[in-house]
């Protein structure tokens, strides 16, 4: 996963789970050849001197019991809220936690629709449980948990709760008229833009700033493709609500995999698609392209296998360079802009109101 820092020289670090427990970052090689070092997280101030907001995160993330694309961006909005550097002159606070709640609570009550109309006596109510009274439909979700617990072998609660873990799985991709605005479909159309208009610019360009594009536009694509699969096969659980339920209390794990499939797939896009959203000019384009290029996601060969066709990762281009305009290649201190922007930029998707996604939350 994707780490958000703002030290320039730290730009594509992600992190990883480790065999033996716990967590290590792996940065690109800072000669800007192929290669990366593998480090544990204590360890990057033997590469550079982080800045006070990095050393922050790089604290929270390392102490997180299992580190996650959700985990991660929860700890980048917490840091990114706690006043340091050019937060602090925002001003404003991070409803971010609100939200997802919200989206959670939003994601169960659909699963509760969907069991209801499911698995509901035909004849039962001549009202369609999504037009139901909020009293009314407890009582016949209730009724209908009930009669289902001895078919699941468990509880009603253990069904609720079961329907509580699954909202939580799923309240990024979203399902039934969630779906439009989830956090994931608008993470697509951040894509679509950002491939189409890097497309165009290939086309423009010359040298190394069109084969720059082209990465880029190749790599979006397929990133594209692979979410749109993933997307519709973690909505596609809620179809058969006994199934769901079923393999949840049989397999989590193989159903917690699906269920986030999305979320490693897109979570790396977002700060790259601010950066090119950010850049209005044609010269801050340019700039923009060879930041981005730095960060395009690795393509992991298990694509492949999660969506059933292949990707000719060995053919992707490296255009890692050392040293850029405005920084010190030891310390990495200076490219002010960068890191303001990039503070700036992360903090206000933390603090982002979403009118469509509230006017779903006030319906439901």
């Given at each position: 996963m994707a780490v958000p820092f703002t030290t320039p020289m730290l730009a594509g670090t992600r992190v990883r789970p480790t065999a033996r427990g716990g967590t290590e970052l792996i940065v690109p090689n800072l000669s800007g050849r192929s290669g990366v070092y593998i480090l544990p997280w204590h360890g990057i101030r033997d590469l550079c001197r982080p800045n006070p907001h990095d050393l922050r995160l790089s604290t929270r993330v390392?102490?997180?019991?299992?580190?996650?694309?959700?985990?991660?961006?929860?700890?980048?909005?917490?840091?990114?809220?706690?006043?340091?550097?050019?937060?602090?002159?925002?001003?404003?606070?991070?409803?971010?936690?609100?939200?997802?709640?919200?989206?959670?609570?939003?994601?169960?009550f659909l699963l509760l629709l969907a069991l209801v109309r499911q698995r509901e006596p035909v004849g039962t109510s001549k009202v369609p449980p999504e037009r139901e009274r909020p009293a009314?439909?407890?009582?016949?979700?209730?009724?209908?948990i009930t009669r289902l617990a001895p078919l699941l072998d468990c509880t009603p609660g253990t069904i609720a709760a079961s329907l509580e873990q699954l909202a939580g799985l799923l309240a990024s991709t979203g399902i039934g008229r969630q779906a439009p605005q989830a956090r994931h479909t608008r993470g697509m159309e951040n894509?679509?833009?950002?491939?189409?208009?890097?497309?165009?610019?290939?086309?423009?360009?010359?040298d190394e700033d069109a084969a720059m594009a082209s990465l880029v536009a190749?790599?979006?694509?397929h990133t594209l493709t692979s979410a749109s699969t993933a997307m519709t096969a973690a909505r596609g659980l809620s179809d058969d609500m006994v199934v769901l339920l079923r393999h949840w209390h049989a397999t989590p794990e193989a159903i917690g995999q699906r269920a986030t499939r999305p979320d490693w797939l897109?979570?790396?896009?977002?700060?790259?698609?601010?950066?090119?959203?950010?850049?209005?000019?044609?010269?801050?384009?340019?700039?923009?392209?060879?930041?981005?290029?730095?960060?395009?996601?690795?393509?992991?060969?298990a694509f492949a296998a999660w969506m059933g066709h292949a990707f000719a990762v060995d053919e992707i281009p490296n255009f890692r360079q050392g040293v850029r305009r405005n920084q010190d290649w030891r310390t990495g201190l200076t490219m002010l802009a960068p890191i303001v922007r990039d503070e700036r930029t992360g903090l206000m998707a933390a603090v982002a109101p979403f009118a469509a996604t509230a006017q779903l939350h006030h319906a439901a």
């Open positions: 390392s102490r997180l019991d299992m580190v996650t694309p959700e985990a991660l961006r929860h700890a980048a909005r917490d840091v990114a809220t706690e006043g340091l550097a050019e937060h602090a002159l925002l001003g404003i606070a991070a409803p971010g936690g609100t939200r997802d709640q919200a989206d959670r609570k939003l994601t169960n009314e439909l407890v009582r016949r979700a209730l009724l209908v894509l679509h833009r950002l491939r189409d208009e890097t497309r165009v610019w290939s086309l423009q360009q010359a190749a790599v979006t694509d897109l979570d790396e896009w977002e700060p790259i698609c601010r950066i090119w959203r950010g850049a209005e000019t044609q010269a801050a384009r340019r700039d923009a392209l060879r930041e981005i290029a730095l960060m395009v996601p690795a393509v992991p060969r």
